[in-house]
T-cell receptor
Framework: EAQVTQNPRYLITVTGKKLTVTCSQNMNHEYMSWYRQDPGLGLRQIYYSMNVEVTDKGDVPEGYKVSRKEKRNFPLILESPSPNQTSLYFC?????????????FGQGTRLTVV | AQSVTQLDSQVPVFEEAPVELRCNYSSSVSVYLFWYVQYPNQGLQLLLKYLSGSTLVKGINGFEAEFNKSQTSFHLRKPSVHISDTAEYFCAVSEFPGNQFYFGTGTSLTVIP
C-alpha cells in the first residue's frame, strides 16, 4: 500500500530537548516536504527536498532542520524546541514532473512543547 | 509564489442541504488545483484535482469543483451533505507538476443534524 508514515503520532517534550520526527514514503517520490498546521493559518511549509541531498527552506524554517540522505526518508529535527513550535506537523511526498500528481500526506504528528 | 484564499473559515450547514466552499488563487498562469479533506485526527486526503480540460471536476464522496480561469477560482460543491462530511477542507495550488503546493487556510465544514 502506497503511504507516507510519520512517527511518532503524538509527542510531548520539554523546552530545549532535541527531538526528531521521522517520515518515510514507499512510493519512490523525489519531492518531500514538511508542513505545520496551526488554527487559522492553514498549512505552512517548513522545508522541502527535491531529491537526495537537496533541501531548501520553505516559509517557516526557523528552529527546524531536515536531512535527506535516502530518497524514502525525510526526518524533521528540532534541535532546541520551544513552546511556539507546539503544532500539528505533516510530512508529504509527491512525484515532480508527472502531470496530475498530488501530494500524499502522512497521518500527522501532534507536538506539544512545555 | 502563489496565494490561495479560502473565503470562509467556518461553514455550518444542515444535513441534506447543499454546500459551496470557496477558493480563489492569485495567479492566472497555468496551475494545477486540488481540494483535500482532513477528518478529525487524520491526515489530508485528496478529494479531487483539476489538471486541464473540462472545468467541472468530480471527486470522491459526491463532491465536485468548478474551475473558473477568468475569476481564478476553484469552488467546491456538494448538492446534499451528510453528517460524515464534517471535516476541514483545504484548497491547494501547484504551478509545477508534482511540487510546491500552496495551501489555503482551510474551511471547517460542520454538518448539523
Amino acid at each position: 500500500e502506497a503511504q507516507v508514515t510519520q512517527n511518532p503520532r503524538y509527542l510531548i517534550t520539554v523546552t530545549g530537548k532535541k527531538l526528531t520526527v521521522t517520515c518515510s514514503q514507499n512510493m519512490n517520490h523525489e519531492y518531500m516536504s514538511w508542513y505545520r498546521q496551526d488554527p487559522g493559518l492553514g498549512l505552512r511549509q517548513i522545508y522541502y527536498s527535491m531529491n537526495v541531498e537537496v533541501t531548501d527552506k520553505g516559509d517557516v524554517p526557523e528552529g527546524y532542520k531536515v536531512s535527506r540522505k535516502e530518497k524514502r526518508n525525510f526526518p524533521l529535527i528540532l534541535e532546541s524546541p520551544s513552546p511556539n513550535q507546539t503544532s500539528l506537523y505533516f510530512c508529504a511526498s509527491s512525484f515532480p514532473g508527472a502531470v496530475g500528481t498530488e501530494a500524499f500526506f502522512g497521518q500527522g504528528t501532534r507536538l506539544t512543547v512545555v | 509564489a502563489q496565494s490561495v484564499t479560502q473565503l470562509d473559515s467556518q461553514v455550518p450547514v444542515f444535513e441534506e442541504a447543499p454546500v459551496e466552499l470557496r477558493c480563489n488563487y492569485s495567479s492566472s498562469v497555468s496551475v494545477y488545483l486540488f481540494w483535500y479533506v482532513q477528518y478529525p485526527n487524520q491526515g489530508l486526503q485528496l478529494l479531487l484535482k483539476y489538471l486541464s480540460g473540462s472545468t467541472l471536476v468530480k471527486g470522491i464522496n459526491g463532491f465536485e469543483a468548478e474551475f473558473n480561469k477568468s475569476q481564478t477560482s476553484f469552488h467546491l460543491r456538494k448538492p446534499s451533505v451528510h453528517i460524515s462530511d464534517t471535516a476541514e477542507y483545504f484548497c491547494a495550488v501547484s504551478e509545477f507538476p508534482g511540487n510546491q503546493f500552496y495551501f489555503g487556510t482551510g474551511t471547517s465544514l460542520t454538518v448539523i443534524p
